[in-house]
């Protein structure tokens, strides 16, 4: 147990455990109000630790990206899991399988025929259907089948493969494109029901757009959303949140002061990231307004800075990354700090889950 940010080693990531309980239960209340149930992707902070906060928050289970990292949270005792993404091959097909039999309800995605294929035989002998929603894309610009058109078909094609049950439609959209969300979502639900297929769930999801997240008159039913536990820079210049909403933050020690605009923190592309997600500047250095941190190495952080920024080696200096997603999985483990300001160490449990 620590009691002071001089006794851990820099660069680190600090978790302030309460503003992260706050974020939890500030969105929560949101989606309840709006009656959407909350399923939060974990790949933010990656931790079985945060993953269960949310549930007791009201949460009805977790997103996860890669089958690793939900083999980690099921291994944690969470039990209903979401993994958003195409699976393919038979050693993941064979996970997959061994992860359903020790959970409560596992779902998948899927955006074509070819990865149905695969799921329906891994699991044409199951005891259950493994529950297959279609990943549309709505403006995102990722994965997804690209028509309402297209959703109708896939889902009457999850219908008829052995072993599979349709779960409903689920998006990831563009920044403010809630609205393309419900034209696309309204036609395709509209489509199945038509075909006597019912639609389970309408999932959508994005932290930049999460206060904006609501029913639409019930077309979505889910709400997928990140980042909110900790937020960043990103979400800061989007006014999604404010500077006393970062949970995460990056403390750095000035190792150099080569001249009076230039100083040399310890924290580079191997913690800071080079997501720069249309910002300038590798992160927010809190108390410097004025400074920017302008490159990176891998092992060093470039800042430059003006006569009213002065900085002096062994100084720490508070960061908040661009992108807090990145910089979870580049670590083995964080610093929860406590109200009280006690220390203790985070595992971050699904670090390096990449499969």
């Known amino acids: 147990m620590f009691r ?7 660069p680190a990531l600090i978790i302030r455990e309460e503003v992260a ?6 969105f929560q209340k949101h989606c309840d109000y709006n009656s959407l149930k909350l399923r939060p992707h974990v790949k933010t902070h990656k931790c079985v630790h945060f993953a269960k906060a949310q549930i007791a928050a009201g949460a009805v289970g977790i ?11 099921a291994d944690g005792g969470i039990d209903d899991i979401l993994i958003a993404y195409n699976i393919l091959g038979d050693d993941k097909l064979g996970r997959l399988r061994s992860l359903a039999e020790r959970t409560k309800a596992l779902s998948v995605v899927a955006d074509n025929d070819v990865v149905l294929g695969g799921l329906s035989r891994a699991f044409e002998t199951a005891s259950q259907p493994l529950k297959v929603l279609v990943e549309c894309d709505t403006g995102g610009r990722r994965c997804g089948v690209q028509t309402p058109r297209g959703a109708i078909a896939l889902a009457r094609s999850i219908s008829a493969h052995p072993g599979l049950g349709f779960g409903g439609f689920m998006t990831y959209p ?3 494109g809630q609205r393309d969300v419900l034209g696309f979502m309204k036609r395709a639900r509209a489509g199945v029901e038509e075909c006597g297929i019912a639609c389970p769930e309408v999932s959508s999801g994005g932290s930049p757009d999460m ?6 008159d019930g077309t979505v039913t889910e709400y ?5 536990v900790f937020n960043d820079r990103s979400l800061m210049e989007r006014a999604t949140c404010s500077l006393e909403d970062c949970a995460g933050r990056i403390v750095a020690t000035v190792v150099s002061v080569p001249s009076e605009s230039r100083a040399i923190i310890d924290a580079g592309s191997k913690i800071l990231t080079t997501d720069l997600l249309g910002l300038a500047g ?5 108390g410097h307004p004025q400074a920017r941190i302008t490159d990176l190495s891998e092992e060093h952080g470039i800042v430059q800075c003006g006569p009213e920024d002065r900085f002096e080696v062994g100084e720490q200096v508070n960061i908040i990354p661009n992108h807090i997603c990145v910089v979870t999985n580049m670590l083995d483990h964080a610093w929860l700090e406590r109200k009280g300001g006690e220390m203790s160490v985070l595992t971050i449990d699904a670090r390096g889950k990449l499969t």
């Open 21 to 26: 309980h706050r974020n939890i239960d500030r």
């Open 4 to 10: 002071s940010l001089v006794e851990v080693d820099t």
């Open 282 to 286: 590798f992160g927010h250095l809190v």
């Open 224 to 228: 997928r959303a990140g980042t909110y």
């Open 174 to 176: 563009a920044i403010g």
């Open 211 to 216: 206060w904006h997240a609501h029913t639409h």
């Open 63 to 73: 997103t996860c990206q890669k089958i690793g990292e939900a083999e980690v949270m």
